[in-house]
C-alpha cells in the first residue's frame, strides 16, 4: 500500500485553504476601510469642533455678517488651516427656531454641516446644532 495524498485529496485541502484566505482577505480589508471611514469622521468633527468655537466666540450681533448662510466657511478666515478631505466643505445656516413658548429673537439656532468625499467615492454629512443666545455680552 502506497502513503501519501491522492489528487483529489490535495485538491479539496487547497479548496479549504483558498476560502479560509479568501475570508481573512475580506475582513482585513473590511476593517481597513473602517479604519478609514472613523480617520475621515475624526477629521470632519474636528474642522466642526472649530467651526462652533469660532461660532461661540464671535459676537451675537454679528454672527450672521461673519458666517453668511449658505456659504461655505474659509476656514484661514477662523484660523483652522486648510480643509483636508476630499471636496470638503463646511456650511453655516441658521434654521428657525422656536422654543416652548414660541419664537425668540434673542435665540438663534445656528446649524453646522460638514460634506466631503470618502476614499470609498461616497458622499458623507455630519451636522452640529447650536443654540446661541443674545445674553448680556
Not at 27 to 40: A, D, H, P
Not at 78 to 102: F, H, Q, R
Amino acid at each position: 500500500m502506497k502513503k501519501g495524498f491522492t489528487f483529489i485529496e490535495l485538491m479539496v485541502s487547497a479548496a479549504v485553504v483558498l476560502v479560509i484566505v479568501v475570508a481573512v482577505f475580506q475582513v482585513y480589508f473590511s476593517t481597513m476601510s473602517m479604519v478609514t471611514l472613523s480617520r475621515e469622521i475624526g477629521v470632519a468633527t474636528d474642522d466642526l469642533k472649530d467651526v462652533v468655537e469660532s461660532i461661540k466666540a464671535a459676537p451675537f450681533s454679528n454672527l450672521q455678517a461673519l458666517f453668511p448662510a449658505g456659504a461655505p466657511v474659509n476656514p484661514a478666515s477662523i484660523g483652522i488651516g486648510a480643509l483636508v478631505l476630499d471636496n470638503e466643505s463646511i456650511v453655516v445656516t441658521y434654521p428657525a427656531y422656536s422654543g416652548p413658548y414660541g419664537a425668540n429673537p434673542d435665540l438663534l439656532l445656528v446649524r453646522v454641516t460638514v460634506t466631503w468625499t470618502g476614499r470609498d467615492r461616497r458622499g458623507y454629512t455630519q451636522s452640529f446644532d447650536i443654540l446661541r443666545s443674545r445674553g448680556l455680552s
